[in-house]
Nanobody, 117 residues
Framework: QVQLVESGGGLVQAGGSLRLSCAAFGSFSSNNGMGWYRQAPGKQRELVAA???????TYADSVKGRFTISRDNAKKMVYLQMNSLKPEDTAVYYC???????????WGQGTQVTVSS
């Protein structure tokens, strides 16, 4: 059983920064992708950033240059450093673990990020 636990959300003013953390518990293949998605009210869940276990990264165009994803494979952690936050970044942010072999996908419970103008 794989469990993902996010932390680090909160309320911040526009232009501020937050760092999200996600810890993965359980046994799973080291060949995986870990990433962050977000879902704003009334909108579909969207990819924010993802990183493979080999270090390849993907970012949504809307966060490029502002957000940075990183991971610590030994600790089974993934992080999202969010700088220059905008009100439109307000959403629930979800951590995701995707297994390359087998296709399993796991989600955290989500953490709220609110950016005030």
């Amino acid at each position: 059983q794989v469990q993902l636990v996010e932390s680090g959300g909160g309320l911040v003013q526009a232009g501020g920064s937050l760092r999200l953390s996600c810890a993965a518990f359980g046994s799973f293949s080291s060949n995986n992708g870990m990433g962050w998605y977000r879902q704003a009210p009334g909108k579909q869940r969207e990819l924010v950033a993802a990183m493979s276990s080999f270090g390849t990264t993907t970012y949504a165009d809307s966060v490029k240059g502002r957000f940075t994803i990183s991971r610590d494979n030994a600790k089974k952690m993934v992080y999202l450093q969010m700088n220059s936050l905008k009100p439109e970044d307000t959403a629930v942010y979800y951590c995701n673990l995707r297994l390359v072999v087998g296709g399993g996908s796991y989600w955290g419970q989500g953490t709220q990020v609110t950016v005030s103008s």
